[in-house]
């Protein structure tokens, strides 16, 4: 950087200050104007009459097709069962494939296998529900 008599040393105040508010008022201009010309847009309209279907969240939606094939005294094996064998089965499956033949696949095929199933299981409620 230049330094002798005719370079100016620009001061923080006024001279920085000043162009940093302008561009904090041109960006909240900005701002306003595309909230007031481009609001959100809902979605879908709510229906009142029609009878209220709650769903859960992405990621409890294979848990809720469970549900559905496993219904009134089958409830149990559905929403315990069948989620304790696959948390039994991830958590085995370091030690599934791991004696003389490494390079067997087990683990990753069942691994494959379980999360085939999640993914399907989560698709279905969306795709047909």
């Known amino acids: 950087m230049e330094t002798g008599p005719d370079v100016r040393q620009r001061a923080f105040y006024p001279d920085y200050l000043s162009e940093i508010l302008v561009v904090i008022f041109l960006t909240i201009g900005a701002v306003f104007i595309l909230a007031v010309t481009a609001p959100p847009s809902l979605d879908r309209e709510i229906n009142f009459v029609a009878a209220y279907q709650p769903k859960p969240e992405w990621y409890f939606l294979w848990m809720y097709q469970l549900v559905r094939y496993f219904p009134g005294r089958w409830a149990f094996i559905g929403t315990v069962m069948v989620p304790l064998a696959a948390c039994a089965l ?18 990753a095929l069942l691994f494959s296998i379980l999360a085939a199933a999640v993914f399907i299981l989560t698709m279905v409620p969306v795709l047909w529900p």
């Open 90 to 107: 991830l958590i085995s499956m370091p030690f599934i494939g791991n004696g003389a033949k490494r390079s067997s696949g087990t683990a």
